[in-house]
């Protein structure tokens, strides 16, 4: 498959997972869902504009999860692990750690967690601040790549005792599929695009967004 745009924008990719997820949401056993409370979770800021017309659709909360991905000042665009602002956190599998770096990487750790509670504190004005447990908790970002922040963020959510987690997204490469769907009850992917590359080349449009955008959506939910 090719890397051409799937998606307009992410408003776009976000009608089309509400569309995805109400329809699989109407077609769960009535015992799964009774008295259960749907919470949608977006991972900021770019899963926030997918993740609203999702609660839009379904009519229930936008909560945020905060996850920072944990880099190197060698190498800031390589992650080498995540963590959320609760401190749940993953290192990557893939590397290998000398005990000369052990000081660098716990270096690296505490700046990421340090940049998710600021990021949390920007904009948790904009939550209730619902508790996930015993509910339904849907965890979206605007694509998956590594894997590694959402999985982080599923971690964390896991730990509050939701009823179920659903780790939703417009796309992901076809390669962590497996992975992801053994950190969650379902997972939900629109596309799985085997020439990956990176998520901005699945949308037409893909500008950053802004604190003060990610606020109004929250807001406005």
Same mark, same amino acid.
């Given at each position: 498959?090719? !890397? ?5 924008? /992410? ?33 900021? /800021? ?17 909560? @945020? ?14 992650? @080498?692990?995540?963590?959320? !602002? ?43 601040? @619902? ?12 694509? @998956? ?8 963020? %599923? ?7 939701? %009823? ?21 009850? /379902? ?6 695009? !085997? ?5 901005? /080349? ?20």
């Amino acid at each position: 498959m090719s !890397s051409a745009p799937l998606f307009r924008d /992410r408003a776009d990719a976000g009608e089309q997972l509400a569309q995805s997820l109400s329809t699989l949401l109407t077609q769960l056993p009535q015992t799964t869902t009774i008295g259960k409370q749907l919470i949608v979770y977006a991972l900021p /800021r770019g899963g926030i504009p997918v993740a609203a017309p999702v609660a839009h659709k379904l009519d229930c909360p936008l909560e @945020i999860v905060v996850a920072k991905k944990i880099t190197t000042p060698q190498n800031p665009e390589l992650a @080498i692990g995540a963590v959320t !602002s609760d401190g749940q956190v993953l290192w990557s599998q893939q590397l290998r750690w000398g005990e000369k770096n052990v000081k660098q990487r716990e270096a690296a750790l505490h700046q990421a967690q340090a940049k998710a509670q600021t990021q949390l504190a920007e904009l948790e004005v904009g939550c209730s601040q @619902i508790s996930p447990q015993g509910a339904i908790a849907l965890l979206i970002d605007d694509g @998956i790549a590594t894997g590694l922040t959402i999985t982080a963020a %599923a971690r964390s959510l896991r730990a509050q005792k939701p %009823a179920q987690l659903w780790i939703c997204t417009p796309v992901a490469p076809v390669e962590i599929i497996n992975w992801l769907a053994a950190e969650c009850d /379902r997972l939900v992917v629109l596309r799985t695009p !085997s020439d990956f590359l990176s998520v901005s /080349r699945f949308y037409l449009a893909f500008p950053q967004v802004t604190t003060q955008e990610a606020l109004v959506y929250l807001l406005n939910c």
